[in-house]
T-cell receptor, first 111, second 114 residues
Framework: GENVEQHPSTLSVQEGDSAVIKCTYS??????FPWYKQELGKGPQLIID?????GEKKDQRIAVTLNKTAKHFSLHITETQPEDSAVYFC??????????FGAGTTVTVRA | SAVISQKPSRDICQRGTSLTIQCQVD?????MFWYRQQPGQSLTLIAT?????????ESGFVIDKFPISRPNLTFSTLTVSNMSPEDSSIYLC???????????FGPGTRLTVL
């Protein structure tokens, strides 16, 4: 199966600064890489995803980059706001629709 | 995306009892999955809920402990049987459509076993 590693485990940033979370995966056949945001007491929310045939994708203040050769992908949040504080999970899918998750990153945005 | 609801939202149960968690979707979906999220941890896939047939379980999870039903394309249940305190977790269902890799999660059921 797929093994996904995620770093850092915690991240504290000043409001307005950028946050970057990095993940690596083990199986080069993985072809889909979603990112989820989980707020306290809620289920994970899909915020952005990228497929293996794309190198970068952006949606307003968030962007994801994928390096297939190195088997790593990253989430970038610019101009962070207090409402960005949450736990973020990266994940990867092989061809069987089963999500393998990273360990999660707790992001705290300081006002 | 589909609207997903889970019942109950939370429960406190005694060891040795069983709890059935329901997942309801407002539209027909091809794929339904059940995940466990232990306190402060990531999500682990328990099983794929197959409509009209037995669920497909991941390594470390067995049908006797986590029986799953999926009678139609909008509804599934997960039962946590003979519970122990180690079963205290958030249980989440997720759904996906055929031909799409996107998965969306329900709000979760927060289970505490005493």
């Amino acid at each position: 199966g797929e093994n996904v590693e995620q770093h850092p485990s915690t991240l504290s940033v000043q409001e307005g600064d950028s946050a970057v979370i990095k993940c690596t995966y083990s199986d080069s056949a993985s072809n889909y890489f979603p990112w989820y945001k989980q707020e306290l007491g809620k289920g994970p929310q899909l915020i952005i995803d990228i497929r293996s045939n794309v190198g970068e994708k952006k949606d307003q203040r968030i962007a994801v980059t994928l390096n297939k050769t190195a088997k790593h992908f990253s989430l970038h949040i610019t101009e962070t706001q207090p409402e960005d504080s949450a736990v973020y999970f990266c994940a990867a899918i092989l061809n069987d629709y089963k999500l393998s998750f990273g360990a999660g990153t707790t992001v705290t945005v300081r006002a | 995306s589909a609207v997903i609801s889970q019942k109950p939202s939370r429960d406190i149960c005694q060891r040795g009892t069983s709890l059935t968690i329901q997942c309801q979707v407002d539209s027909q979906v091809t794929m339904m999955f059940w995940y466990r999220q232990q306190p402060g941890q990531s999500l682990t896939l328990i099983a794929t809920a197959n409509q009209g047939s037995e669920a497909t379980y991941e390594s470390g999870f067995v049908i006797d402990k986590f029986p799953i039903s999926r009678p139609n394309l909008t509804f599934s249940t997960l039962t946590v049987s003979n519970m122990s305190p180690e079963d205290s977790s958030i249980y989440l269902c997720s759904v996906g459509a055929s031909g799409s890799l996107e998965q969306f999660f329900g709000p979760g059921t927060r289970l505490t076993v005493l």
